[in-house]
C-alpha cells in the first residue's frame, strides 16, 4: 500500500487543477478522496498535519491527551468553548477528529438510514469498506468487563456480545484501535483509493470558495498557510468542465467556509461585510449536540492505563447511550467516567462568525436542555446512570464501601443535570440536508459545490457517529462515480466516436 504524495508548500500545487477539491482531511474527507481518486484527480486541502509518527495521535497508551494541552493554532486538537459554557475540541489534523476521538465504532440504526433516505445496500457496502481497513475487534481491559458487567446488572439487555449494529442492550463495539493499541485514523483510508491521483497539501487553511464571474459556479478555493506565518493567499482551481469544490470541513468548519464564502443568511453577512453571494438563511442554524452526563466513579485520581470506550449500553427506544472510559486528568493522573448522552437531543443552537479570520473558531451555541424534553431525558438518564455506578459489580471493583446518596427528587435532579452538562463531542448540523444541501449533498443556489460530513446531519445517528461519518464519505464518492458515468454515458449517446451528433429517437 501506498500513501499518497504530501506536502506543504503551497507551490506544489498552484497553477495545477484538479477534478475535485476536498477542503478538509477528516472523518469523512479521507473516505470520499479515496473513493473519488478511483477514477479522478482529488487536491484534499488539510488544515493541520499528518498523524503519522505522532504518538499522542497514534498509540492508545496516550488517550486522551492530545485533549489536555491545546493551543490556539497549532495542537492536533483544537479546544473551543460553545457559548453554552461547555468545553469542547474539533481535530486539526490529517484523519480530523478520528485522530482524537475515542475510537468507538457503531454503525446508525436502520431506521436511521431509511429516515435519511439512503439506499441501503450501498449503505451496508460503505460501511464494510470502512471496516475492512480501519476497524478492529477490541480485546477487552478488566475495567470495560466490569462496566459491562455494571451495564447488564442495571437493565440494559439483551446482551448483544461484540456487535457493530446499533442495537438495544449492552455490546462490545469496533475501534479504530487495533490490538497492539495502533489508531487507524480516516487518513489510512487514503491508501486504499488511488493514492497517484491524491494530492494532499498540509497546513493549508482554506479561507473562502472562489467562483465565476456570475457567481453562480464554484470554480476554485483560497486558501493561507495555517501558521499564520503571511497574510499571502493562494488560489487553486478545480477543471474547467466538471470539476467540484467539495467541503469536508466538519460541523464548524464547513458552515463557516460557506459563511466567509458569502453563503448565508443576508443579516448576518451584511454585519460582516461579507459580500452576499446566495442568502442562505440555514448556514449555521440546526447545529446540535447531544447533552451528556459524566460521573466520576472512583473517588481519587489514580494512575491507571487510559482506556478508550469499548462497551456500550444502549437503553430502550436507543434513547440514551451509556460508555465508560479511564481519562487522564495530567500527565500522571487518571480517573474513570461513566457518562451517558440523550440520543436525540430536541434543542438546537446557531453557529455565526466571530471575524472573518478561518483560523479562529466561530461562535456556535448548542442550546444544552434548552427543550423541556431534554431536560426531562436528562433526569432520566441521570438514575439510569446512578444504576451502574452503584451496581454491585462496580462498587465491588472500585473498592467503594460507602455509597453516596442518590440524587433523586426532580429538582435535585435539574439542577445537578444544569450544572454538570457537558459533551460526548458529537455536535453536528450548520448545513443541514433539505435546507442548505439537497439530497445529493450539492449546495443550494450555487453549482459545483458539496458539502459532505457532520455538518449535514440534522440528528446525529443516534449511536457515536464517527462510522456514519465514514460510511457517509465513501457513499457519496460511490453516487459522484455513478452520476459521472451516467453523464459520460449520455455524452457518448449523444456523440459518435468522431465527435458529430447523434440521430435522437
Ligand atoms: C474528543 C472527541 C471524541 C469523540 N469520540 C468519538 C468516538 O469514540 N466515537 C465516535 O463515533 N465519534 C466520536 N467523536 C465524534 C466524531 O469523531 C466526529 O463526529 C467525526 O469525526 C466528525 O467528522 P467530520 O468529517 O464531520 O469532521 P472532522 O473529522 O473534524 O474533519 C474536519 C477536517 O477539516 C479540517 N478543516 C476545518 N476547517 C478547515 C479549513 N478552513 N481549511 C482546511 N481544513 C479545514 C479539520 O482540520 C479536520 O481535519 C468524538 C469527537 C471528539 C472531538
Not at 228 to 245: A, D, L, P, T, W
Not at 249 to 271: F, K, R, T, V, Y
Request: net charge neutral.
Amino acid at each position: 500500500m501506498q500513501m499518497p504524495y504530501m506536502t506543504s508548500d503551497p507551490k506544489e500545487v498552484s497553477g495545477k487543477s484538479f477534478d475535485y477539491i476536498v477542503v478538509g482531511g477528516g472523518t469523512a474527507g479521507c473516505s470520499l478522496a479515496a473513493t473519488l481518486s478511483e477514477k479522478f484527480s482529488v487536491l484534499v486541502i488539510e488544515r493541520g498535519g499528518s498523524p503519522y509518527g505522532d504518538p499522542l495521535v497514534e498509540e492508545r497508551k496516550y488517550f486522551g491527551y492530545s485533549l489536555l494541552k491545546t493551543d490556539e493554532y497549532s495542537s492536533v486538537a483544537q479546544s473551543f468553548i460553545s457559548r453554552d459554557g461547555v468545553e469542547n475540541y474539533r481535530g486539526r489534523v490529517l484523519g480530523g477528529s478520528s485522530a482524537i476521538n475515542g475510537g468507538f465504532y457503531s454503525r446508525a440504526s436502520e431506521e436511521f438510514v431509511k429516515k435519511a433516505g439512503w439506499d441501503k445496500d450501498l449503505v451496508q457496502d460503505s460501511y464494510k469498506w470502512v471496516e475492512s481497513k480501519v476497524v478492529f475487534m477490541p480485546e477487552l481491559s478488566q475495567w470495560q468487563s466490569v462496566v459491562q458487567f455494571g451495564f447488564l446488572e442495571a437493565g440494559f439487555y439483551p446482551y448483544n456480545g461484540y456487535n457493530l449494529e446499533h442495537t438495544q442492550g449492552t455490546k462490545i463495539g469496533g475501534s479504530i484501535y487495533d490490538q497492539r493499541g495502533k489508531r487507524h485514523t480516516s487518513a489510512d483510508l487514503l491508501e486504499f483509493g488511488r493514492p497517484d491521483h491524491i494530492t494532499v497539501l498540509l497546513y493549508a487553511t482554506v479561507k473562502s470558495v472562489i467562483f465565476d464571474g456570475n457567481k453562480t459556479r464554484a470554480v476554485g478555493v483560497r486558501f493561507m498557510k495555517s501558521d499564520g506565518s503571511s497574510s499571502k493567499s493562494y488560489k487553486i482551481h478545480v477543471e474547467k468542465h466538471r470539476g467540484e469544490v467539495i467541503l469536508t470541513a466538519g460541523a464548524l468548519g464547513s458552515p463557516q467556509i460557506l459563511l466567509l464564502s458569502g453563503i448565508g443568511p443576508e443579516d448576518h453577512l451584511n454585519d460582516l461585510n461579507i459580500p452576499v453571494v446566495v442568502n442562505l438563511r440555514d448556514v449555521g442554524r440546526r447545529m446540535s449536540d447531544n447533552p451528556a452526563i459524566s460521573l466520576l466513579v472512583d473517588r481519587f485520581s489514580q494512575n491507571r492505563t487510559l482506556e478508550p470506550p469499548q462497551v456500550a449500553a444502549i437503553a430502550e427506544g436507543y434513547k440514551y447511550i451509556l460508555e465508560s472510559e479511564v481519562l487522564p486528568t495530567n500527565i500522571t493522573t487518571t480517573r474513570i467516567s461513566i457518562a451517558a448522552k440523550i440520543a436525540f437531543p430536541k434543542s438546537r443552537g446557531r453557529l455565526k462568525l466571530n471575524s472573518i479570520n478561518p483560523r479562529e473558531n466561530p461562535s456556535v451555541k448548542f442550546n444544552y436542555l434548552g427543550s423541556k424534553e431534554d431536560l426531562d431525558a436528562c433526569l432520566e438518564m441521570v438514575l439510569l446512570l446512578q444504576h451502574v455506578a452503584r451496581s454491585e459489580t462496580v462498587t465491588f471493583y472500585l473498592g467503594l464501601q460507602n455509597r453516596e446518596k442518590l440524587l433523586a427528587g426532580d429538582e435535585e435532579l435539574k439542577s445537578f443535570c444544569k450544572d454538570n452538562v457537558r459533551t460526548y463531542y458529537h455536535y453536528h448540523g450548520g448545513c443541514v440536508v433539505g435546507s442548505v444541501v439537497d439530497e445529493d449533498y450539492r449546495v443550494s443556489g450555487v453549482k459545483r459545490l458539496r458539502v459532505v460530513d457532520g455538518s449535514t446531519f440534522e440528528e446525529s445517528p443516534g449511536t457515536n457517529p464517527m462510522a456514519t461519518v465514514l460510511m457517509l464519505g465513501r457513499y457519496q464518492g460511490i453516487r459522484i462515480l455513478k452520476e459521472r458515468e451516467v453523464e459520460k454515458e449520455g455524452d457518448e449517446s449523444f456523440l459518435s466516436p468522431q465527435g458529430s451528433p447523434q440521430p435522437q429517437p
